[in-house]
């Protein structure tokens, strides 16, 4: 049982290049969340799936997209890269009727 | 949607005091209050949570207290270690049956714990 698993754990992007974080979770959760993590700021809702191909926006959906095709999965894929972009990106799973959320240990990227 | 407001953004106890971190919500359908400890470089982790319909809820020298009518929450630390030092967020959400919304964090709390 690997809980939620993030990959990479470290990404360098050039503005205007384009990639995918990656997220699985193997505990069945039917919610599963994009949070990014920026200093003084909390962690803000980038994108939310309540189950299989049901996606909706969070606070900070521009610059994102998402697509739920299995319950394991959940990638974030990012368009075209800005410096803005720079954070730290958590994945989040958890189960129906409530309890907390299963973080991924994160995504530190850095957009130059 | 729902603001989480928290507050103090930052504080320092000396080791064996008390610790409380406060927090506001705006949207007073929310029923599910979680509390979260973050080391750094850590992921956030699940401390305590508790339901709209439960007043507080103690584990170990932790405690949340939640006041419905005045939508604030509060996290109470007692007997502070210095490995208690790290961010805590609080964060809100709305769980009806099996169905739930996305939390939304407080902008989180670090907290020093002097030995």
């Known amino acids: 049982n690997a809980g939620v698993t993030q990959t990479p754990k470290f990404q360098v992007l050039k503005t205007g290049q384009s990639m995918t974080l990656q997220c699985a979770q193997d505990?069945?959760?039917?919610?599963m969340s994009w949070y990014r993590q920026d200093p003084g700021m909390g962690l803000r809702l980038i994108h939310y799936?309540?189950?299989?191909?049901?996606?909706d926006q969070g606070e900070v959906p521009n610059g994102y997209n998402v697509s739920r095709s299995t319950t394991e999965d959940f990638p974030l894929r990012l368009l075209s890269a800005a410096p803005s972009q720079t954070s730290v990106y958590f994945c989040?799973?958890?189960?129906?009727?409530?309890?907390?959320?299963?973080f991924g240990s994160g995504t530190r990227l850095t957009v130059v | 949607g729902e603001n989480v407001e928290q507050h103090p953004s930052t504080l320092s106890v000396q080791e064996g005091d008390s610790a409380v971190i406060k927090c506001t919500y705006s949207?007073?359908?929310?029923?599910?209050f979680p509390w979260y400890k973050q080391e750094l470089g850590k992921r956030p982790q699940l401390i305590i949570d508790?339901?709209?319909?439960?007043g507080e809820k103690k584990d170990q020298r932790i405690a949340v207290t939640l006041n419905k009518t005045a939508k604030h929450f509060s996290l109470h630390i007692t007997e502070t270690q210095p490995e208690d030092s790290a961010v805590y967020f609080c964060?809100?959400?709305?769980?009806?049956?099996?169905?739930?919304?996305?939390?939304?964090f407080g902008s989180g709390t670090r907290l020093q714990v002097q030995p």
């Open positions: 505990m069945n959760h039917e919610y």
């Open positions: 799936s309540v189950g299989a191909g049901i996606t």
């Open positions: 508790i339901r709209s319909n439960v």
């Open positions: 949207d007073s359908a929310s029923n599910y």
């Open positions: 964060a809100a959400s709305i769980v009806r049956g099996t169905g739930r919304r996305a939390l939304t």
């Open positions: 989040a799973s958890g189960q129906g009727g409530g309890g907390g959320y299963t």
